[in-house]
């Protein structure tokens, strides 16, 4: 049986869950940045890391309250700023309204939960007190992996079907785009412009699309060091400055860019292979890792 411990830090609680003392507490900023020859900049300090739950995939509402899915058990889990678990969402099977492997979540402006299930291919929807509301078509997604919200349109990372696929708020599918240019697209995040960063693990960059779906430009691309990625998966970027997080799966490191899109250095991260990563209210960077397998 799992411990569970409160994390309280930077007047943020967190619910987290291990088996040592080491996941209760801050991992801190790394101490080794790698700047790139004539792009980086040596100023930069990368942001403050945290351990989540080591299951969980993270998302912040904007009400402050911590969203987590759990992919092992399937859970959707909703907790407020002092730790405490509001409403918890256990139904893990194969028929409607059940999840078998949730992978990525967001909240909405009416306080839905939006949920990513990879093992079914659809998503499903849950009120603001985390009661089952409706789920997109099964079929239409292949291994969805991320989502993000703008306005009234929900964007999916279609992974298997090598595209982005753009549902409304009652989830139908509206449009799709990057097929032809994409090849497994995973982690997403929308900048101050609107825009649509991609991050696809098949071809180790990122894609920008304007939300027609119009390519706008890349950044990144396959390789060592600064700026490049072995096996790029989440993408966070904060709202506050523009900063965009990376993570690299193989290359075991952490990939800053700034909001112009310059590389600012990689960060090896505590021997953690990250697979997501996500922007907390205050500015600090969550980690949702493997525990299983080390870098």
Partial sequence: MKRRNFLQWLGLAVVLNGCGSQDAAPLGTGNSLSVPAGGGSAGFVPPLLARLDQDAVPAFGANGNLYQAFPRTSEIR???????????????????????QPVALTVDAQGRTWVADSGLGKLVVLDANGAYLFESAPGVLNLPQDLVISGQKVFVS????????????????????????????????????????????????????????????????????AGLFQSCRGIAIRPQDGLVAIADLVGGSLEYFSSSLQSLGEVPNPGLQVRDLQFAPNGSLYLFYDPGRKV
Avoid: E
Avoid at 86 to 91: D, E, F, K, N, V
């Fill in 78 to 100: 909703c907790s407020d700023s002092n730790g405490r678990v509001i409403w918890s969402y256990l139904q893990r099977g194969l028929t409607t309204g059940k999840l078998n």
């Fill in 158 to 225: 279609d992974a298997n079907h090598h595209r982005v696929a753009v549902f409304d708020l009652n989830g139908a599918l509206l449009t799709a785009f990057g097929n032809g240019r994409l090849n497994y697209p995973r982690g997403l995040a929308l900048d101050a412009n609107g825009n649509l960063h991609v991050v696809d693990s098949g071809a180790n960059k990122l894609f920008v699309f304007a939300q027609d779906g119009s390519f706008l430009q890349s950044y990144g691309g396959p390789g060592k060091g």
